[in-house]
């Protein structure tokens, strides 16, 4: 799928673009499948561990685990950084369309990045409320000078109430990381999220980003967003992925490689996804980050990166 010229221009000026109409809702369904065959793992290994007794397996795709996040708190974020990455995803990530779109922005050698992720945001659970950020401040000082576009995949119609992205029009301009804070050094907030105080942010309009489902938003690595509360009853299910040049700095060296996607220099090339996709970068950070951590805890719901050291 290609963007018109205008849709360029916006993209680069706006430091995002939401595209309407990329996939239909039958493209999504495997990744659907997928991750209720994730969500129905989860349930019965935590049966298995005594954890639960309730599978929960009446409820549907927008409900089983926020049924499953109240009977074990901390469901929710299991599912966020399982790290393996199955083949309907990967196949998503890899689609021609989106590739299409990425190589306009970027040009013809696209890897991969590190960072994916499978977000579940259950309704009103604080830890899936993530505050005014940039992505690149995730990642090593220096790999803001990298373009690494993002696309953001809600898998439900996204909007104000059950907790859409928001961000700052044109908040990538100053080509700079603003100042960021740890969350977790609030008191009583238990998180990983990093946040950008209000009076560090760039001026600029804050955009809601209202999407059905089938839209794609694009972002650039630096403009700020966030992603707000979920009021509803039904989870707020998406994807986020991210792309770049090859031999450019990536800033998780040594955690984990991009994988190349496609290449100019072998119109035939296949992606071979097995080792890249069954290893977790999320686990190699918690090891990274605290070598006292337990890995042997399956339910061990703590996240922690390099950024923590980073914003100390």
């Known amino acids: ?3 018109s010229d205008s849709q360029l221009k916006q993209y680069h000026a706006d430091g995002f ?3 309407h109409d990329v996939f239909k809702a039958q493209e999504l369904e ?3 499948k997928e991750i ?3 969500v129905d793992d989860l349930a019965r290994r935590l049966q298995r561990a005594g954890k639960i007794t309730n599978l929960h397996e009446d409820k549907g795709f927008y409900y089983r685990l926020t049924a499953l996040e109240k009977d074990f708190p901390g469901a929710a974020v ?6 393996i990455l199955k083949p309907a995803l990967a196949t998503l990530w890899s689609s021609p369309k989106l590739l299409e779109m990425v190589e306009q922005i970027i040009g013809p050698e696209i890897v991969g990045h590190p960072v994916w992720n499978l977000r579940s945001k259950t309704p009103t ?6 505050p005014w950020h940039q992505d690149t401040a995730y990642l090593a000082a220096g790999t803001e000078h990298t373009f690494q576009p993002t696309a953001w995949i809600p898998l439900i119609d996204a909007d104000s109430e059950n907790g ?3 961000v700052l029009k044109g908040g990538h301009k100053s080509g700079k990381v603003f100042p960021h804070q740890l969350e977790n050094k609030k008191a009583s907030k238990a998180s990983w999220y990093l946040y950008i105080e209000d009076a560090d942010l760039p001026p600029g309009e804050v955009v809601t980003c209202n999407m059905p489902m089938g839209s794609v938003l694009l972002l650039n ?5 966030r992603s707000t509360e979920n009021f509803s009853d039904r989870i707020r299910w998406s994807i986020d992925l991210r792309w770049q040049r090859p031999g450019e700095p990536h800033g998780l060296e040594g955690v984990k490689d991009p994988i190349l996607m496609r290449t100019a220099k072998d119109p035939s090339y296949k992606i071979d996804w097995e080792a890249w996709a069954n290893t977790s970068r999320n686990r190699i950070e918690i090891g990274m980050a605290d070598k006292a951590v337990e890995m042997k805890d399956e339910f061990n719901a703590m996240v922690s990166g390099p950024w923590m050291d980073r914003w100390s």
């Open 17 to 19: 673009l939401i595209v």
């Open 1 to 3: 799928m290609r963007l």
């Open 164 to 166: 859409t992205i928001q």
């Open 36 to 38: 209720d065959g994730l």
């Open 221 to 225: 690595q630096l403009i700020p967003h």
């Open 78 to 83: 299991l599912i966020h950084i399982g790290g």
């Open 30 to 32: 495997p990744l659907q």
């Open 125 to 130: 659970n604080p830890l899936a409320t993530v």
